[in-house]
Nanobody, 126 residues
């Protein structure tokens, strides 16, 4: 079994910052060999890509809406991927999920990921 557990969400005022964490575990899951991604889902909307990072952390990708404000990173020794979110806006309000990339052709699509966590709520007040 592979488990991904997100944490670090909360309520923050616009302009504030949060750091999300996603801890991976599972005997059959080689965290250090997997690219990882963060997605988010706002009420009534589809889950959307936020950021992705390759296995070593040497390559990252961001959606246009968060580029220059968010930073994805990872610590393979701790089997954890992070999402640092700065200059938060009310439109960033959503449940944030992490996933493990299983199809490199779909690195920005939900269908390209597996082993989703339960999500962590981020609420940005204006």
């Amino acid at each position: 079994q592979v488990q991904l557990v997100e944490s670090g969400g909360g309520v923050v005022q616009a302009g504030g910052s949060l750091r999300l964490s996603c801890a991976a575990s599972g005997r059959t899951f080689s965290f250090g060999a997997n690219s990882m991604g963060w997605f988010r889902q706002a009420p009534g909307k589809e889950r959307e890509f936020v950021a992705g990072i390759n296995w070593s952390g040497g390559s990252t990708d961001y959606s246009d809406s968060v580029k220059d404000r968010f930073a994805i990173s990872r610590d393979n020794a701790k089997n954890t991927v992070y999402l640092r979110m700065n200059s938060l806006k009310p439109e960033d309000t959503a449940v944030y999920y992490c996933g493990a990339l299983v199809d490199y052709r779909s690195s920005r699509s939900v269908s390209g990921y597996a082993y989703w966590g339960q999500g962590t709520q981020v609420t940005v007040s204006s």
